[in-house]
Structures are given as structure tokens and as C-alpha cells.
T-cell receptor, first 112, second 115 residues
Framework: GENVGLHLPTLSVQEGDNSIINCAYSNSASDYFIWYKQESGKGPQFIIDIRSNMDKRQGQRVTVLLNKTVKHLSLQIAATQPGDSAVYFC???????????WGAGTKLIIKP | NAGVTQTPKFQVLKTGQSMTLQCAQDMNHEYMSWYRQDPGMGLRLIHYSVGAGITDQGEVPNGYNVSRSTTEDFPLRLLSAAPSQTSVYFCASSRPAVGPNTEAFFGQGTRLTVV
């Protein structure tokens, strides 16, 4: 079935560098995408979202890029800090029943 | 504000036992949902509710029941626990349901082990 997936299960980044976490989706009807951050032992926390009529959205130190042509979503974190260590999930809304489809997650590891 | 409160945080059940996971939110959100998270996987939707008195099934509803008698509370019931239901369960709430500026708030999770 159609689902959301992630290219890399683990990403190691030097502290201070930029991080890019990627996500592929296969449902062309999806019109809304969200990134969540989950720290160890906690529930997911909203980071940023984007609608399908946009290709870029910026927040504080984070940017989400959407490429509908290749069905690709990415989360960029500028100047990665130790507090950014977490598992990052992308999720999509395929446009029905208020349901979100979640990817498997990417673990971001910050190297000192 | 307390946000989304889940209880208990940890639970061990024997196969065949039943129990209820509690979820309460104090943000007056219409939309509430229950997910399970298994190791190395994303969240899978069990049941959801778009308002008091309305519930619907998600991706993996079998073995679980829900009710939404008030806006604040959305309990999840395991009817007859099975080892396959060993997982971490998250409750979430948001307003509006899904769409622009939808920020879902999650509880801390309930770690359930069925032996």
C-alpha cells in the first residue's frame, strides 16, 4: 500500500553543522505534511508542517522542503545542537478521514 | 496547562486480562487519537475521535475499544490482552482535526507489556 518512508534510519552530524533528514512519500493525493521530533522516553513533538501548495516553509532553525515532482520531503536543521538529538518522523495526510500516515523515523545523532 | 495526560505510565498484563488506558486533555481540543509505537517503527493509528460522541477506527483497531463521552477524555480499552499488544501507546489531541496549523500534542506514553 501507499506509505511514507525514510531514506536513512540513522544520521550522524557534527555539532554546529546543518542536518538534512529526508522522507519519501508515495501518495500523490497527500496535501499536508508534518515533521515531529521524539526524544527518548517522550511523546512526539510538533516541529513544522507544510501544505502541498507550498514548496518551502521556514521556522526557527528549521526548514521543510517539499518536492511534489519526486514526492520528497526534507527537514533541514541549521547549526545542529546536542538538544536536537532525537528520532524525527515525517507524516502525511492522504486527504481522508483525518488520519496521518507516519514514516518509520530517522535517528539523529550529534557528534561533539 | 497540563496538556495531554496519560495514565498509567507503565503496565504489565497477563494474556487475557483487560484494562483501560486513560487519556485526558485540558485544551478543549476536538480531535483526539490513540497510537501504538513498536520498536523501530512509526506510529500507527488505533482509533480516533473528531468530537464528543464520535469515534472511528484507524489503521490497527482490532482488540481495542474507545469511547468519547466528554471532550476531555478518550480512554482506550484492551478487551483481552495479547502479547502482540505489547507496545508503547500514545494519546494525542489537536484542533482542528488535520490541516494547516494543526499541532498535535502528545502524552508521555504508556509502556504496556503483555506476558
Amino acid at each position: 500500500g501507499e506509505n511514507v518512508g525514510l531514506h536513512l534510519p540513522t544520521l550522524s552530524v557534527q555539532e554546529g553543522d546543518n542536518s538534512i533528514i529526508n522522507c519519501a512519500y508515495s501518495n500523490s493525493a497527500s496535501d499536508y505534511f508534518i515533521w515531529y521530533k521524539q526524544e527518548s522516553g517522550k511523546g512526539p513533538q510538533f516541529i513544522i508542517d507544510i501544505r502541498s501548495n507550498m514548496d518551502k516553509r521556514q521556522g526557527q532553525r528549521v526548514t521543510v522542503l517539499l518536492n511534489k515532482t519526486v514526492k520528497h520531503l526534507s527537514l533541514q536543521i541549521a547549526a545542529t545542537q546536542p538538544g536536537d538529538s532525537a528520532v524525527y518522523f515525517c507524516a502525511e495526510n492522504p486527504g481522508s478521514n483525518y488520519q496521518l500516515i507516519w514514516g518509520a523515523g530517522t535517528k539523529l545523532i550529534i557528534k561533539p | 496547562n497540563a496538556g495531554v495526560t496519560q495514565t498509567p505510565k507503565f503496565q504489565v498484563l497477563k494474556t487475557g486480562q483487560s484494562m483501560t488506558l486513560q487519556c485526558a486533555q485540558d485544551m478543549n481540543h476536538e480531535y483526539m487519537s490513540w497510537y501504538r509505537q513498536d520498536p523501530g517503527m512509526g506510529l500507527r493509528l488505533i482509533h480516533y475521535s473528531v468530537g464528543a460522541g464520535i469515534t472511528d477506527q484507524g489503521e490497527v483497531p482490532n482488540g481495542y475499544n474507545v469511547s468519547r463521552s466528554t471532550t476531555e477524555d478518550f480512554p482506550l480499552r484492551l478487551l483481552s490482552a495479547a502479547p502482540s499488544q505489547t507496545s508503547v501507546y500514545f494519546c494525542a489531541s489537536s484542533r482542528p482535526a488535520v490541516g494547516p496549523n494543526t499541532e498535535a500534542f502528545f502524552g508521555q506514553g504508556t509502556r504496556l507489556t503483555v506476558v
